[in-house]
């Protein structure tokens, strides 16, 4: 079964949250897939990923790039995944119709936006009640903490 992960982001934005996590997705050897709303989260992150600083750079494509199975990490409005990625970032209250086609979901969501909270707070309802056993992460000082 699809490991769903709510990640709750209290204490930065998700162009500042998301790199460590990819960068750990890259380390354990798989690919990642992130979905984005719209464009202009797309446009930020592609650039915030060009500016990691550990490690380098975070590779990464999206729509209009050579090659996309190639690259490790992809960024897109849709719900492809042309590098086969089995790990999926939900971003902006995107939802996944299938998670069986992913071994791990991480569901970020804005703790400052009521609206987003409610939203993740369904997402999470759905996933249950689908069968999945999410968990919830709480972004702290360094890391993340698991909740209950």
């Known amino acids: 079964m699809t490991q769903i992960g709510f990640y709750h982001l209290t204490r930065t934005?998700?162009?500042?949250?998301?790199?460590?996590?990819?960068?750990?997705?890259?380390g354990a050897g798989e690919k990642a897939v992130v979905w984005c709303a719209a464009k202009p989260l797309l446009?930020?992150?592609d650039k915030?990923?060009?500016q990691v600083a550990t490690p380098r750079w975070l590779p990464h494509g999206s729509e209009g790039a050579l090659c996309p199975d190639l690259?490790?990490?992809?960024?897109?409005?849709?719900?492809?995944?042309?590098?086969?990625?089995?790990?999926?970032?939900?971003?902006?209250?995107?939802?996944?119709p299938d998670f069986a086609a992913f071994s791990r979901v991480f569901?970020?969501?804005?703790?400052?936006?009521?609206?987003?909270?409610?939203?993740?707070?369904?997402?999470?309802?759905?996933?249950?009640?689908?069968g999945h056993t999410p968990t919830y992460w709480k972004q702290e000082a360094q890391g993340w903490t698991r909740g209950g």
């Open 13 to 26: 934005g998700v162009t500042e949250a998301l790199p460590p996590l990819l960068t750990r997705t890259l």
């Open 43 to 45: 446009q930020e992150l």
């Open 48 to 50: 915030a990923l060009w």
């Open 71 to 96: 690259h490790p990490i992809w960024l897109t409005t849709g719900e492809d995944s042309p590098n086969k990625a089995r790990f999926l970032f939900l971003l902006e209250n995107r939802t996944c």
């Open 107 to 130: 569901d970020l969501f804005d703790g400052q936006d009521p609206q987003a909270v409610t939203a993740a707070r369904e997402r999470w309802s759905a996933a249950r009640a689908a």
